[in-house]
């Protein structure tokens, strides 16, 4: 019984170790504080229009992933469009000696969703809108497809990097996570980690400011 009760004792450390490790992991870290100098210095991979209304940041994905998903897809399809047009390709299980237009509309259609997937790690591009009262976040794979998030802001706005169940390979993605009134919207996942620590910080810097700058002084006499 002695060795089933250690057993069982270190089963539920292992499980609380694994609970204390993914509450931290959902719990993140603060955006970066950015001072008014690095804000306006930007970033070579981001975009920043300012206008009146509102800040917009912009950027794309391009991760080596998509890029090497998108050319092994490429480099597949050409092989497959080649092989039909040839009769050496078999669909159904039935080898297509003559093909017609339908066969390579059928070809067509079965690769758009891998396509859509290597664009949506390559040329997939997020757009931030800032303003006083809403954070806008688009993502857009192609012009028409894709998300959007709306998050109403008050006072308490807070912006951390934080996982919310997104991986590359077997590591924690961490996402950009900004929340105000008890609501919160996370994205940008894949992003390049050095373009989410900027992104980011300009948003805590556009609603909080540089707190460094605004801490009260205290003297230490």
């Known amino acids: 019984m002695g060795l089933i ?54 950027t794309r994905l391009g991760s080596c992933f998509g890029w090497f998903w998108l050319i092994f897809t490429c480099v597949h399809c050409v092989a497959m469009f080649y092989g039909l047009s040839h009769g050496s390709v078999k669909m159904n299980k039935t080898l297509v000696a003559h093909a017609s237009w339908w066969h390579f509309l059928g070809l067509a259609a079965f690769y758009v969703p891998f396509f859509l997937v290597g664009f949506a790690f390559t040329i997939a591009r997020y757009r931030v809108e800032l303003t006083d009262d809403q954070l806008r976040v688009r993502w857009r794979i192609l012009p028409f497809v894709g998300w959007t998030w709306v998050l109403p802001l008050g006072d308490d706005v807070k912006v951390s990097l934080a996982y919310r169940g997104s ?42 400011g540089d707190e460094r700058a605004t801490a009260p002084f205290v003297s230490g006499g």
Do not use: N, W
Request: charged share 25%; no cysteine.
């Open 167 to 208: 991986s590359q390979g077997k590591k924690p993605a961490e996402a950009i996570v900004v929340a105000s009134q008890g609501k919160d919207i996370d994205f940008g996942a894949f992003l390049a980690d050095d373009v989410k620590e900027y992104l980011a910080g300009a948003i805590r810097y556009h609603y909080v």
């Open 5 to 58: 009760d250690d057993l069982g004792a270190k089963l539920v450390r292992m499980k609380e170790a694994a609970e204390a490790r993914q509450a931290a992991l959902m719990a993140g870290r603060p955006a970066k504080i950015l001072t008014a100098e690095e804000v306006a210095k930007g970033h070579p991979k981001v975009s920043v229009d300012t206008g009146f209304q509102a800040t917009v940041y912009a």
